[in-house]
């Protein structure tokens, strides 16, 4: 079963940045699509941002040209950096795996991003 731990959530102040990162562990790492999500208090889970196997990204329009995703295959990692913060932008931040042939979807528990005004 797939296992990711997310970390780098906190507190910061509008304008600022956080870095999120995500840890995969017992996977064969480049199997699998790794996203983003997000939900914001309110509101249902909604996706931020994802990278395919091939290093390929996409985003949420709300977030283009603020938030940056990227992946190492070699340390089954996935990151978000995240920019310009916007108090918009807090919500508990999730990490998913897409296996590419199973479709199986697997889950990370969550990280808070509180971004104060």
């Known amino acids: 079963q797939v296992q990711l731990v997310e970390s780098g959530g906190g507190l910061v102040q509008s304008g600022g940045s956080l870095r999120l990162s995500c840890v995969a562990s017992r996977v064969i790492f480049y199997d699998y699509t790794m996203a983003w999500y997000r939900q914001r208090p309110g509101n249902q889970r909604e996706l931020v941002a994802s990278?395919?196997?091939?290093?390929?990204?996409g985003y949420a329009d709300s977030v283009k040209g603020r938030f940056a995703v990227s992946r190492d295959n070699a340390k089954n990692t996935v990151t978000l950096q995240m920019n310009n913060l916007k108090p918009e932008d807090t919500g508990v931040y999730y990490c998913r795996a897409d296996h590419i042939y199973s479709r199986l979807i697997s889950w990370g528990q969550g990280t808070q991003v509180t971004v104060s005004s």
């Open positions: 990278a395919t196997t091939a290093g390929n990204a």
